[in-house]
């Protein structure tokens, strides 16, 4: 049984678009930390919500999801930093700023599915002058 | 229907699969847990189901084969022979029979794998044995040196004390009045 030279060609252009479909999701998957953003702080703004049979009360939540999700990443809740807004909205300050990864990492622990009850969204992610200390 | 449930399954194949890449890519673990499970159950299933309609097929196949000419197979079954299964203990006078042969053949090839074991163990057992058994009558042996007692101890023994006439017609062959 022989191949002809067309399935040929075509079978090494496949492999050579899967080989680099491969790379590509590689590089775009592929954690890359960034040095430390010193001066800056990252303000992070949540839009949270808590269905009945939920333990604590929403704030308490929304709080605890943050003061977890900042063990995953190299930085701190500001002290004093956590309030609430109002209308399910919540902010704090994570201290230093977060690289692109981390960003991303704190981002995707803050919307999993890790409470029962309770759902947390990001509303937005900004880097500001770190506070004072 | 079935094509109904294998486009349902498959599209939740589908989407569970590219759900749980991009929860794992967002960083979103237990969503990415909860859709790999639903796409092990829609693979499950969907194994099933391919597996159960290609079986279904097979068995509608098989029943759709044709029985073939009526005719023909009453013929066959008149013509079946009817099977004789104890045949080979008849006596047949123009045949070897078979069963003897085997036995005789059999017996012939026995007796002569037994007598070369027999001829082996002859060979090899005896002596064997016999080192056993001299090993065992060692523990009765005479001494190696003798009976007779060393000179110091006979030296050391008075044998012309009355109470040692036994040992002294043991030792020397004589009484003590025969001195």
């Given amino acids: 049984m022989t191949a002809s030279p067309a399935r040929a060609v075509l079978g090494v252009l496949l492999l050579a678009a899967a080989v680099a479909g491969i790379d590509l999701v590689r590089d775009k998957t592929l954690t890359r930390h960034e040095p430390e953003r010193r001066g800056t702080a990252l303000l992070v703004e949540v839009t949270a919500t808590a269905r009945d049979g939920a333990e604590e009360d929403e704030a308490g939540?929304?709080?605890?999801?943050a003061s977890l999700c900042r063990l995953e990443v190299p930085a701190s809740l500001a002290p004093g930093s956590f309030e609430s807004l109002g209308d399910?909205?919540?902010?704090?300050l994570l201290v230093p700023d977060l690289d692109t990864a981390d960003a991303r990492q704190f981002h995707g622990c803050i919307q999993d599915l890790r409470i029962d009850h309770f759902l947390a969204r990001v509303s937005s992610m900004e880097s500001v002058p770190a506070p004072a200390r | 229907m079935r094509k109904l449930i294998t486009t349902t399954l498959g599209l939740t194949l589908a989407l569970s699969g590219a759900w749980a890449m991009l929860a794992l890519y967002r960083w979103e673990w237990?969503?990415?847990?909860?859709?790999?499970?639903?796409?092990v159950v829609a693979e499950v299933a969907l194994v099933a189901v391919l597996l159960t309609a290609r079986l279904q097929d097979l068995a509608e196949r098989v029943g759709r084969l044709e029985p073939g000419d009526p005719r023909v197979r009453s013929r066959l079954a008149e013509t079946?022979?009817?099977?004789?299964?104890?045949?080979?203990?008849?006596?047949?006078?123009?045949?070897?029979?078979?069963?003897?042969?085997?036995?005789?053949?059999?017996?012939?090839?026995?007796?002569?794998?037994?007598?070369?074991?027999?001829?082996?163990?002859?060979?090899?057992?005896?002596?064997?044995?016999?080192?056993r058994l001299a090993g065992q009558l060692s523990a009765i042996a005479f001494p190696a040196d003798g009976l007779v007692p060393q000179d110091a101890v006979l030296?050391?023994?008075?044998?012309?004390?009355?109470?040692?006439?036994?040992?002294?017609?043991?030792?020397?062959?004589?009484?003590g009045h025969e001195r």
């Fill in chain 1, 61 to 65: 939540l929304a709080e605890a999801l």
């Fill in chain 1, 88 to 92: 399910h909205r919540y902010r704090f």
């Fill in chain 2, 30 to 39: 237990t969503r990415a847990l909860w859709m790999t499970m639903a796409f």
């Fill in chain 2, 80 to 131: 079946r022979p009817t099977p004789d299964r104890f045949d080979w203990l008849r006596e047949h006078t123009t045949q070897l029979h078979v069963f003897v042969t085997m036995i005789l053949g059999g017996g012939v090839i026995l007796s002569a794998i037994l007598w070369v074991v027999d001829r082996v163990a002859g060979r090899t057992m005896t002596a064997s044995l016999e080192r």
């Fill in chain 2, 155 to 175: 030296l050391a023994a008075d044998l012309d004390r009355p109470d040692r006439e036994d040992l002294l017609v043991l030792l020397t062959g004589r009484t």
